[in-house]
């Protein structure tokens, strides 16, 4: 855990940093975007995409240099988050996001990243519907997964969820704030060697679009629909969790918050299959001076079964609780 030192540059709108993770320098093939704005990522490299043309790009090895904030106001001005997969486990995201809301830390202003669950809670960070109004709806999804069964379901009762809880301008909203990007996972039929392609999309255009959006990045085959993949605007996709576990928030910012509810000691399994560092991990259960009311266990049993009410209740004050504890912790720092 290194709390607020997790840094990384983050891309604009107009400019992506090429991210070699591999003596090779490739750039990916032109993926069509059918006017939609993309970034396109893999292993071995990003890049954007906009109606087909290539945006300007900068290669290189290291992010770019980072400035030392000045004050506690300049310090909050540089930071961007992302928001890891979480499946249900949602509501520690949730508490996360009030409670850094709460502090100032996330304004109008702060880019957003996240995918599958941690894009839900970008959206409804961006949608502007209180906090407690959320944890209810959740509350709502829960039972009637509970209730009805779950495998297979996950979709459709998020679907009338969604429906009912977003105002019907969510897209603009998304699009008129700081940017807010979402990590889904496209699928590339017949390429044996790099069958998946990471995928970050920073545009929305309708609330059915924002709803695709999290349907595909939360594509776990069979768990939330009978479907082995969804398409989205036309390409097979599936859940962010194999190639956007933390996307890069694609505003203008300096630090990188990286935000998940896996616990600390699951971390390593992680790391180990190439999805995330574990020390670049800033905010999570189980860490130095965080919240360890519910083990790794509890929470992996969490993250794919429903549960009651106060299981919800005890995921929001965790995210909230560590989320504190982080802010506390970068604030100091930066005072």
């Known amino acids: 855990m290194q709390g607020h030192r997790s840094v990384s540059g983050c891309a604009n709108r107009s400019t ?52 030392v904030p000045t004050s506690k106001a300049d310090a909050i001005s540089t930071l961007g988050y992302s928001f890891s997969p979480a499946a249900l486990l949602l509501p520690y995201h949730i508490g996360v996001a009030e409670e850094l809301t709460l502090q100032g830390l996330i304004t109008e202003s702060t880019p957003l990243a996240g995918s599958s669950a941690g894009f839900i809670v970008v959206v409804c960070i961006a949608s502007g519907v209180p906090f ?29 969820v969604l429906v009912d809880m977003l105002p019907d301008d969510i897209h603009v909203r998304l699009n008129s704030r700081a940017c ?111 919240s360890s009311r519910f083990s790794a266990l509890k929470l992996s049993s969490c993250a794919l079964a429903p549960y009651d009410d106060k299981t919800v209740d005890d995921l929001v004050a965790m995210g909230r609780e560590d989320a504190a504890v982080w802010a506390k912790q970068y604030c100091q720092s930066a005072s």
Request: hydrophobic share 40%; with cysteine; net charge positive.
């Open 180 to 290: 807010c990007s979402c990590g889904i996972t496209r699928l590339k039929f017949g390429d044996n060697l790099n069958p998946l392609e990471a995928l970050e999309i920073a545009e929305f255009f309708s609330k059915s679009d924002v709803i695709a959006a999290i349907e595909a990045s939360g594509w776990v085959p069979i768990w939330i629909a009978p479907g082995m993949f969804v398409r989205f605007r036309g390409e097979p996709c599936v859940d962010g969790f194999p190639t956007q576990f933390f996307p890069t928030p694609m505003g203008k910012c300096e630090t990188v918050v990286r935000v998940t509810p896996t616990h600390a000691a699951a971390l390593g399994g992680l790391e180990a299959a190439g999805l995330v560092k574990a020390d670049e991990v800033d905010i999570c259960p189980g860490g130095p001076g965080y």
């Open 16 to 67: 992506l940093f090429l991210r070699n993770v591999s003596k090779a320098r490739h750039v990916p093939p032109p993926y069509a975007s059918r006017e939609v704005q993309l970034r396109v990522s893999s292993r071995a490299g990003v890049v954007c995409r906009v109606a087909g043309k290539a945006d300007p790009i900068v290669t290189g090895d290291a992010p770019p240099t980072v400035a």
């Open 132 to 160: 407690n109004q959320v944890v209810a709806r959740i509350k709502d999804l829960m039972q009637d997964l509970r209730e009805n069964g779950y495998v297979g379901r996950v979709q459709a009762v998020m679907r009338r």
